[in-house]
T-cell receptor
Framework: GQQVMQIPQYQHVQEGEDFTTYCNSS?????IQWYKQRPGGHPVFLIQ?????EVKKQKRLTFQFGEAKKNSSLHITATQTTDVGTYFC???????????FGQGTTLQVKP | KAGVTQTPRYLIKTRGQQVTLSCSPI?????VSWYQQTPGQGLQFLFE???????NKGNFPGRFSGRQFSNSRSEMNVSTLELGDSALYLC????????????FGPGTRLTVL
């Protein structure tokens, strides 16, 4: 079945450093979504990418969807302590209606 | 608008018991999906309900079931609980059916002893 792999599993950075998490699917995706879950909280929707090669920015966050629509990345520029949490990608393959989540990347930011 | 609400927030059960979890979606949202979150397996899709009908199902045993009412509220039931069912159960609502933007509730933390 469809699998979505996410790396790295954990990342510790110094405040001000950049951070990137990568997401790879075993199948071509119809779209990919990104969520953030703060410690003790629930996942919160960040963005959805639909088009091949799409790049979207939200302030310090840059999201990319690969040309083959099988991979995606989230890059945070100049991390802040408020960026702490687990970032999940979630893909939908073949419009099955099921979102398959990656394992998540947990980001720790040292002040 | 009020967010997604889930009750109860915490639950402790013993093996063999059954449990029912409740979810109230955001007003106007007709799709409700359920997810199981564990440290080892991550976020796994259980099922989705839309207009009182199960539209999609994940790879979970038949002990996991759900339903949706005419007001879009949903319940999830787990029968014959096993230790491995200990998890955070998250409900998410969406405007439309399918893998759209999910609005998650705070979750129900289930512990099976």
């Amino acid at each position: 079945g469809q699998q979505v792999m996410q790396i790295p599993q954990y990342q510790h950075v110094q405040e001000g450093e950049d951070f990137t998490t990568y997401c790879n699917s075993s199948t071509t995706l119809s779209n990919i979504q990104w969520y953030k879950q703060r410690p003790g909280g629930h996942p919160v929707f960040l963005i959805q990418l639909v088009k091949s090669g799409e790049v979207k920015k939200q302030k310090r966050l840059t999201f990319q969807f690969g040309e083959a629509k099988k991979n995606s990345s989230l890059h945070i520029t100049a991390t802040q302590t408020t960026d702490v949490g687990t970032y999940f990608c979630a893909g939908n393959s073949g419009n099955t209606g099921k979102l398959i989540f990656g394992q998540g990347t947990t980001l720790q930011v040292k002040p | 608008k009020a967010g997604v609400t889930q009750t109860p927030r915490y639950l402790i059960k013993t093996r063999g018991q059954q449990v029912t979890l409740s979810c109230s979606p955001i007003s106007g949202h007709r799709s409700v999906s359920w997810y199981q979150q564990t440290p080892g397996q991550g976020l796994q899709f259980l099922f989705e309900y839309f207009s009182e009908t199960q539209r999609n199902k994940g790879n979970f045993p038949g002990r996991f079931s759900g339903r949706q009412f005419s007001n879009s509220r949903s319940e999830m039931n787990v029968s014959t609980l096993e230790l491995g069912d200990s998890a955070l159960y998250l409900c998410a609502s969406s405007l439309a059916q399918g893998a759209n933007e999910q609005f998650f509730g705070p979750g129900t933390r289930l512990t099976v002893l």
